[in-house]
């Protein structure tokens, strides 16, 4: 694959640099590579330790004027690197500082998308992407000490490094992350039990109950798990890998927390916000394509270029659009991203979800007034990238679902 020089700092094939034409996008947003900053959150409440972390890493951490809570270093600063012996002992001392005050790397583009949801206390939030973890993190942050976050990824694996996250930050309290297909997810939240009349919930005498989440599982569920993960390349079931104290799933027996529920107990009883952050391309992530330079510019032919795999995510992408609108409830908010730019896996997409939802609605995104984005090629939906927002690409639009 021929590589020839770009606009940006680093060498883009010529076959990417096609790819990006024929898309409509200019090769210089990725000119701002190199520069665009580093960008971490620090956890409400943790801001009087702002000088303590700035005297660690030595380096000061400027606020995001229209973000709260983020702040942005420069992109060459590391918070915590163990390359050599030598620093072991310092990046130790680091890391007890880091999981202490509670500062996890995310994008701002990215913690834009969650930000719109709008969450409130009280609110039940399905992730239906969750892996691996940084948004859902941020979730749990807005949603405070009531209600509750249903994580969903098919990669169990990336999910485990979400609930290591949530253990390691000490948030996950109100949060059940389930290994599953989010394109046909259908789990509601338990307040949808709890008041369905149809509900069970007596508990004979042989059911089993969840009891307090232990990370020390059954050696007969460690050795199902391990046989499944050899004989199943997709998740076939739900299979919830944590539950928090105060998910709503402790006491409740397995019928329950599995328990189904049907079209019109969703509109009433579904979830408050539903959050798709639906993979993609990953052109738009600057991060991402650089690694590229590493992992060889021939992996970018099959895991970006290729037609047949950009028509499959745009069909992945629609149903999970389809599959988290249909579990919120009337009134609720739905926020839909990807860190594509391309207008086919965004536009296109909500277009053509909005033209078979007639119960759907496109809406302005009331805390977008001060953003550093552009308007994208539908109404009220939003575009970020490195020039315009000095972020990463990303791109946002946010439905409510109508009474049908």
Known sequence: MEVVPGASEFPLPESFLEFLNQNGLDPSIYAASHSTPRYIRLKPGCKLEREEIEDEIKCRLEEVYWLPDFYYLPPDVRICCMHDHSCVTICMQRKKLIDRVGIYGIDAASGAAVLALDVSPGDHVLDLCAAPGAKLCMILDLLGCSGSVTGVDIARHRL??????????????????????????????????????????????????????????????????????????????????????????????????????????????????????????????????????????????????????????????LKLLVNGFRLLKVGGSLVYSTCSLTVAQNEDVIERFLSECASAKLLEIDVAKNWPCKQARVANALRFDPVTSSTSGLFVAKFTKLLA
């Open 160 to 317: 485990a490094a979400a609930r290591t996250m949530l253990q390691k930050y000490a948030i996950g309290d109100q949060c059940r992350p389930f290994a599953a297909d989010g394109t046909t997810f259908s789990l509601t939240p338990l307040r949808a039990q709890s008041n369905s009349k149809s509900a069970n919930t007596e508990v004979g005498e042989k059911t089993e109950v969840y009891n307090k989440w232990t990370p020390r599982r059954p050696w007969k569920e460690r050795k199902r798990i391990a046989k499944a993960s050899k004989t199943f390349s997709q998740i076939q079931e739900p299979e919830l890998i944590f539950y928090g104290q105060h998910s709503g799933v402790v006491c409740l027996s397995k019928h329950n927390v599995y328990r189904k529920v049907n079209d019109q107990e969703i509109s009433q009883f579904g979830y408050d916000k539903v959050l798709v952050d639906a993979e993609c391309t990953h052109d738009g992530s600057i991060k991402h394509i650089q690694k590229f330079e590493q992992w060889g510019w021939t992996t970018l032919q099959r895991r970006v270029l290729e037609a047949e795999r950009t028509d499959d995510l745009s069909v992945l992408q």
